[in-house]
Nanobody, 119 residues
């Protein structure tokens, strides 16, 4: 199980920016896909963005053009840059790591960081 430490959440006004960071306990080279999910009150957890070791990123339509995901191997950190934030972006954001071992995938989750966007 990979341990994930998140940072960077907080309160911001609509139109503002925040940057979330996640540091895994193991080298990102051993993790096939890393990403961010979010869960708003009363809603299911949803994918925000993820990125694989080839650098291919998958971005949710709701945040496309506003959020950017990146991996920094030197710092062993994954970052979610969130710009033009909207109140509907308010949620707990979770870092996720997925590793593939043969036919099986293994998931790890961070503890979550709150992002609140005020109107």
């Amino acid at each position: 199980q990979v341990q994930l430490v998140e940072s960077g959440g907080g309160l911001v006004q609509s139109g503002g920016s925040l940057r979330l960071s996640c540091v895994p306990s193991e080298s990102m080279l051993s993790i096939n896909v890393m990403g961010w999910y979010r869960q708003a009150p009363g809603k299911e957890r949803e994918l925000v963005a993820d990125i694989d070791n080839d650098g291919s990123a998958n971005i949710a339509d709701s945040v496309k053009g506003r959020f950017t995901i990146s991996r920094d191997y030197a710092k062993n950190t994954i970052t979610l840059q969130m710009n033009s934030l909207k109140p509907e972006d308010t949620a707990v954001y979770y870092c996720n790591a997925r590793r593939r071992r043969g036919p099986l995938w293994y998931n790890s989750w961070g503890q979550g960081t709150q992002v609140t966007v005020s109107s």
